[in-house]
């Protein structure tokens, strides 16, 4: 069973940056963590998750949000099992809970979430 804990998330002002952090663990089955594609999404209150930013297998990454474009950047450690979004500018529009997904072996993995406030 794979397991996604992600980490680094609080309060901070706008215009202020942030770094989430996913550590990715329980690959089985002859499966590794570069053999997952993995993303970023987010969910504010009262609304529905949004795709921020995936990474394929081969780190080719980009930001799905136009709203992040410029902003935030995915990045992914394979020798560490690790994926990280790196939050620059950030807006109180930017306040949600972020979630780490992998994608893999014909499932889809979610981790606990970490919540961010932008917020003076």
């Known amino acids: 069973q794979v397991q996604l804990v992600e980490s680094g998330g609080g309060l901070v002002q706008p215009g202020g940056s942030l770094r989430l952090s996913c550590a990715a663990s329980?690959?089985?089955?002859?499966?590794?963590?570069?053999?997952?594609?993995m993303s970023w999404y987010r969910q504010a209150s009262g609304k529905e998750r949004e795709l921020v930013a995936p990474?394929?297998?081969?780190?080719?990454?980009?930001t799905a949000a136009n709203s992040v474009k410029g902003r935030f950047t995915i990045s992914r450690d394979n020798a560490k099992n690790m994926v990280y979004l790196q939050m620059n500018s950030l807006k109180p529009e930017d306040t949600a809970v972020y979630f780490c997904?992998?994608?893999?072996?014909?499932?889809?993995?979610w981790g606990q979430g970490t919540p961010v406030t932008v917020s003076s």
């Open positions: 990474i394929s297998t081969v780190s080719a990454g980009t």
């Open positions: 997904s992998a994608v893999g072996a014909g499932r889809r993995y």
């Open positions: 329980g690959f089985t089955f002859g499966f590794t963590f570069h053999d997952y594609s």
